[in-house]
C-alpha cells in the first residue's frame, strides 16, 4: 500500500484532546452581507475522520475551501500540522498546502491530460518525483481504486465514478496528511457511487490518512467517522462519535435534519 | 470586354511573385499576430495596473485605429526617428501588431472559458502559477479559440492588399502594375480574386484539421 503519510508518533489522537492536526480558531468567513462561518472554532485529529453535515448553505464546504485556501477567512487563524496556514506568507503557505489534498464535487481533472498524467503532474513539479517514480505511484494508486486499465484514457473518455476516482488517486499521489473530500458523489449518478464510496472505505481503513468530509451520505458518514459535526448556519450545533449524533441526538435541529435527509 | 488568355500567361510570373508575398505576409502576420495576442492577453492579467493600464491604452489605441493609418505610420515616420526597415517587414509588423489586438480578445474569452475548477485542482495539486498556466489552462484555453483566431487568418488575408499602400508588391501590387503597363484589368484582377478565394479556403482546411488535432 503506497499511501501511507507521514504521521508523528509522538501524537496519540484521543478525541477532542491530542495535538489537533487541522484547527480553526475564531474563524469568520463572510460573503458580502451573509455571514457563512460566525467565530468557528474547531479542530480535527490527527488520523481521524470527521465527517461534516448539515443543510446546504451552513458552512461545511467553506470550511474545506478555507482549508485549501481556495479562500480567505476574514477573521480567525487557521493552523495544520502545528503550522499556520492563515494568516501566513504565500511562502509558507505553498510549504502548508503540500500537507492537503482535495477532492472535489465536479472532480476538476484535467481535460487536456491522461489520467496517467493528471495522476503525476503534480508529484512530478512539486514534489520533484521522477517521472518513472511519478508514474510507479500513480499505477499503484490507479490499481487502488480500480482503475488500472485507464491509465492512457482522457478524462472525458470516463464516466463521471471513473473520474472522481482518478481525481482520488490524483490527491494521494501527493501524500497529504489531509484529504479534504467535498461531496464527492454529490454530482454522480445514483448507481455510481457506491464505487467512489467503497475506495473512500477502503482508504479510511487502510490509511492512517486524516478525513475531513462534506457529504450528503449518511451511510457512508456513519462507517467511516471517527465524528460527526452537524452544522446550521455557520456554527457547529452539535458534535460526536456517529452512533450518538445518527442514533440519540441531542439536538432538535440536528433530529430535524436527519429526519429530513434519511 | 475581351477575355485574353495571352494576358493571363504573360501575368503569371508576377502573379506567383505577388502571391509568395502575399502568403509570407499572410503566414508571419498570424504568427506575430498570435503570439503578440497572447502577450497582451496575458499582460491584462497582471496583478498590478501600471501593467493593465498601460497595455490597454496601447492596444486599444491600436485597435481603433485604422490599419492603413498604422502602415504608413510605420513606414514613413519610424524612419525619421531613425529606424529603417523594409516594407515588407513593415507591413508584416504592422499586421500582426494590428491583429494581435483582436486575437488579445479571444484569447482573454479563451482563457475566462476555463472552469475555475481548473484553477482550484491546480491549487490543491499545490501547482506553482507559471506551471498552471503552461500546462492546464492554456492548453485548454488555446484548443478553445482555435476556430476564432482562424477567422482572423481569413480577415488578415484579405488586408494584405493594404500592404500596397507601403510599396509591397503582393498580389494587387502586382496586378495592378502589370494592369498599368499593359492596359489589361480584367485578366490579372480576375486572377488574384480567383486566388484569394482560394488561399483563404486552403487556409481554412487547414485550420480545420488543426481543430481537429487539438479537439479531442
Given amino acids: 500500500m503506497s499511501v501511507d503519510t507521514a504521521k508523528n508518533p509522538d501524537h496519540a489522537p484521543v478525541p477532542g484532546t491530542g495535538p489537533q492536526l487541522v484547527r480553526l480558531e475564531n474563524v469568520t468567513k463572510r460573503f458580502g452581507d451573509h455571514t457563512v462561518l460566525d467565530g468557528l472554532d474547531f479542530g480535527v485529529d490527527a488520523g481521524k475522520h470527521v465527517t461534516l453535515i448539515g443543510p446546504s448553505g451552513s458552512g461545511k464546504t467553506t470550511i474545506l475551501r478555507l482549508l485549501m485556501t481556495l479562500t480567505t477567512p476574514d477573521e480567525g487563524t487557521i493552523t495544520v ?32 491530460m491522461t489520467v496517467l498524467r ?29 482503475l488500472a486499465d485507464k491509465c492512457d484514457a482522457r478524462p472525458s473518455q470516463l464516466s463521471g465514478g471513473q473520474q472522481q476516482r482518478v481525481a482520488i488517486a490524483r490527491a494521494l499521489a501527493m501524500r497529504p496528511q489531509v484529504l479534504l473530500l467535498d461531496e464527492v458523489t454529490s ?65 432538535e435541529r440536528t433530529r430535524e435534519f436527519l429526519s429530513a435527509v434519511l | 470586354m475581351n477575355w485574353d488568355w495571352g494576358a493571363v500567361r504573360d501575368f503569371m510570373p508576377h502573379f506567383r511573385d505577388g502571391l509568395l ?41 491600436v485597435r481603433n485605429t485604422p490599419l492603413l493609418v498604422q502602415l504608413f505610420f510605420l513606414f514613413y515616420v519610424l524612419p525619421e526617428w531613425g529606424l529603417t526597415f523594409s516594407a515588407l517587414t513593415t507591413g508584416v509588423f504592422a499586421i500582426g501588431l494590428h491583429y494581435s489586438t483582436y486575437t488579445m480578445q479571444v484569447y482573454r474569452a479563451g482563457i475566462e472559458a476555463v472552469p475555475a475548477g481548473q484553477w482550484e485542482a491546480a491549487t490543491a495539486l499545490n501547482l506553482p502559477r507559471r506551471r498552471t ?3 492546464v489552462i492554456l492548453p485548454q484555453a488555446i484548443r478553445r479559440v482555435v476556430p476564432a483566431l482562424g477567422n482572423y487568418v481569413i ?15 503582393e498580389m494587387l501590387g502586382q496586378a495592378r502594375l502589370y494592369s498599368q503597363q499593359h492596359f ?29 488535432r487539438l479537439v479531442r
Avoid at chain 1, 495522476?119 to 490499481?143: F, N, W
Wanted: charged share 20%; net charge negative; glycine share 6%.
Fill in chain 1, 81 to 112: 500540522a502545528g503550522e499556520r496556514l492563515f494568516p501566513a506568507p504565500a511562502r509558507q503557505v505553498r510549504e502548508i498546502r503540500k500537507k492537503i489534498g482535495m477532492v472535489f464535487q465536479h472532480f476538476n481533472l484535467f481535460p487536456n
Fill in chain 1, 118 to 146: 493528471n495522476i503525476t503532474e503534480a508529484p512530478v513539479t512539486v514534489l520533484g518525483l521522477s517521472k518513472d517514480e511519478a508514474e510507479e505511484r500513480a499505477q499503484e494508486l490507479l490499481d487502488l481504486v480500480g
Fill in chain 1, 187 to 251: 454530482a454522480l449518478d445514483p448507481e455510481l457511487v457506491a464505487g467512489v464510496l467503497d475506495v473512500l472505505r477502503d482508504i479510511a481503513r487502510s490509511t492512517d490518512i486524516t478525513m475531513l468530509c462534506v457529504t450528503h451520505e449518511m451511510g457512508f458518514a456513519r462507517d467511516i467517522s471517527d465524528q460527526v459535526l452537524m452544522f446550521d448556519a455557520g456554527r457547529v450545533v452539535e458534535a460526536g462519535p456517529p452512533e450518538k449524533i445518527f442514533g440519540d441526538p441531542e439536538q
Fill in chain 2, 21 to 61: 508575398v502575399t502568403l509570407q505576409a499572410l503566414a508571419l502576420g498570424s504568427v506575430i499576430s498570435f503570439a503578440l495576442g497572447l502577450v497582451w492577453a496575458l499582460l491584462m492579467r497582471a496583478p498590478t495596473r501600471w501593467v493593465r493600464w498601460p497595455v490597454g491604452a496601447v492596444t486599444e489605441f
Fill in chain 2, 133 to 135: 498556466w503552461t500546462a
Fill in chain 2, 155 to 169: 480577415s488578415m488575408l484579405k488586408d494584405t492588399p493594404m500592404l500596397m499602400a507601403i510599396t509591397v508588391l
Fill in chain 2, 184 to 212: 489589361r484589368f480584367t485578366e490579372p484582377l480576375t486572377v488574384i480574386g480567383v486566388a484569394f478565394i482560394l488561399v483563404s479556403y486552403l487556409a481554412s482546411l487547414l485550420l480545420r484539421a488543426l481543430e481537429r
